[in-house]
C-alpha cells in the first residue's frame, strides 16, 4: 500500500506541476482503494497541502496577488461550505452501485454533476472558440467560488481553477505560482474542517503513509519545476482538456 500510495503522489505532482491540478485528482483513488472516501480525501488534502506550500516556495514570487486574492478568498469560503457538505453527505444512499473485478463501486447525483461540469469545461477548452480571448475579471470570484466548493467536496479544485486562470493572461510561470497560492489557501479552509471531525474519519495511525506521500509528491515537485521551462502554455490547455475528460469519466462511471 505504501510503494503504491508513494508511486502515484511522486507521477502525480511531477506529471501535473505545469497544469496547476492533477495532483489531488490522481492520488484521491488510490487512497479510496484503501479508506472510505471522506477519509480518503482527508488524506489527500494533507497531501496537497503540503506539496501546494513546497510549490509555493519554488515558485511563489512569480504569483499574481491581485489574481490570489480576487479568486482564492471566495475560494476559501466555499471550500468551507464544500467539506462541510462532504462529511454531510457520507451517509447519502448512492443511485447505483456494481462489482467490477470484485470492488464495489457507486453512481452518486454528485458525481454525475461534477463529470458533467468538467466534461464542458474540457469541450470549451479544446474547441478554440475562447482562442486568444481574455478572462473578465469580473468572474473570477465566482471562479474562485466554483474551484473552492469542490475543492472542500471532493478534493477536485484545480481542474476548476487551471480552467479559469488561463484565461488571464499569466506567463507559465506566473499560472503555476498563482494556482500554488490558490491552492494553499483552499487546503487551509478545507483542512480546519476535516480536522475538526478527524477522530470521526478514523485515521489514526496512518500518519507514516500521509508522511511518506508528502516526501514523493514533494520530490515529483522538485522534477516537475526543472521541467517547467520545457512547458508551452497550448500544452498545458490541452492537459487540462484530458485530466477534466478522464476525471469526467472515472467520476460519472462510478469508479471514483
Request: proline residues 4%; hydrophobic residues 60%.
Amino acid at each position: 500500500m505504501t510503494a503504491l500510495v508513494m508511486a502515484a503522489a511522486f507521477l502525480a505532482s511531477g506529471l501535473t506541476f505545469f497544469t496547476g491540478f492533477g495532483l489531488g485528482t490522481l492520488l484521491l483513488p488510490v487512497f479510496a482503494l484503501f479508506f472510505p472516501l471522506p477519509a480518503a480525501v482527508a488524506m489527500t488534502a494533507v497531501v496537497h497541502f503540503a506539496n501546494g506550500l513546497f510549490k509555493l516556495a519554488l515558485t511563489g514570487r512569480r504569483a499574481a496577488w491581485p489574481v490570489v486574492l480576487r479568486f482564492g478568498l471566495p475560494a476559501m469560503a466555499a471550500a468551507f461550505l464544500g467539506a462541510e457538505l462532504l462529511l454531510w453527505m457520507a451517509q447519502g444512499p448512492p443511485l447505483h452501485t456494481y462489482l467490477l473485478a470484485g470492488r464495489p463501486h457507486e453512481i452518486t447525483i454528485l458525481k454525475l454533476v461534477m463529470a458533467l461540469l468538467m466534461a464542458g469545461f474540457a469541450g470549451l477548452e479544446v474547441s478554440g472558440q475562447m482562442e486568444g480571448r481574455s478572462l473578465d475579471p469580473r468572474w473570477l470570484p465566482a471562479g474562485g467560488a466554483l474551484s473552492g466548493f469542490f475543492g472542500g467536496l471532493s478534493g477536485h479544485q484545480g481542474a476548476f481553477r487551471s480552467v479559469f486562470l488561463l484565461r488571464t493572461g499569466l506567463d507559465k510561470a506566473a499560472f503555476v505560482a498563482t494556482g500554488s497560492a490558490i491552492a494553499a489557501l483552499v487546503d487551509i479552509s478545507r483542512l480546519g474542517v476535516y480536522f475538526r471531525r478527524w477522530s470521526e474519519l478514523d485515521l489514526r495511525g496512518h500518519g507514516a503513509l500521509v508522511a511518506a506521500a508528502i516526501l514523493a509528491a514533494l520530490a515529483g515537485a522538485v522534477l516537475g519545476n526543472r521541467l517547467l521551462h520545457k512547458a508551452t502554455l497550448r500544452g498545458i490547455q490541452w492537459a487540462v482538456a484530458a485530466l477534466l475528460l478522464g476525471v469526467a469519466g472515472l467520476l460519472g462511471s462510478g469508479l471514483i
